[in-house]
């Protein structure tokens, strides 16, 4: 175990790919066995390789990260597996991507899909964690939202609403759990060099980059990075807080 990381055993949701998959890597590079939930079987299987190549520990759980019943019954099946559960990551989402539009002309379809990917599924997985850390009166959380919560980017109204759900969510519940000294964060990328960013138009993607200070785009070891700090011992004074990780594109 590494010496800033109490917690052993963590969730990671939508951790075949991108932002989750790096999470996944990081924490277990600390030690900790991640368990490891997404509907992209093959994805998983790629992160779990990756993992114990490198001499960590995780196993995977193909499921429906935004299905409430799935949700209940892999965390109870990753309980029985591995233990109970001492951190989770809420990092499953995602904008509308090529449905994305001017909100007069969004979809309400569209508009629930992202609130329920992005939101629901946070509030829904720490719903069926929370009980284990109140148990045990520790444990961390930390919950993936976005600089677009503060920005207010256009043609991203659900999505900058639901991200912005989960700051207030994380603060809400922060609250609510700060007596058993459990920490409840958040971190929110700015954009991100992954495989859906890479789809995105040239001319949106240079826009993207020319937006951020820094002049170039984060890597998914940024996030990583920040969410690997907020489950560790280091952070153990931080909670109901929201980490912005852009490259100055926001200030606040």
Known sequence: ??????ITTAIVTGGANGLGQATAM??????VHVAIADKDGDGLENTIKLIRDAGGKAD???ADCTAVDEIDATVASITEKIGPIQGLVNNVGGSAGADARPFH??????????VNQCLLATINWSRAVVPQLREAKAGKIVSIASDAAFSGDPNMSEYAAAKAGVVGFTRSLSRELASLHINVNAVAPGPIR????DRLAPDVLARAEAGIPFGH?????DIANAVA???SDEADFITGQTLIVGGGRWLH
């Open 1 to 6: 175990m590494s010496d800033r990381m109490r």
């Open 26 to 31: 990081r924490l277990a590079s600390e030690g």
């Open 60 to 62: 995977m759980w193909v």
């Open 105 to 114: 002309e969004q979809t309400a379809e569209v508009s629930l899909r992202v």
């Open 194 to 197: 992954t495989a859906a960013l």
């Open 217 to 221: 785009l984060g890597k998914p070891s």
């Open 229 to 231: 700090f907020m489950m």
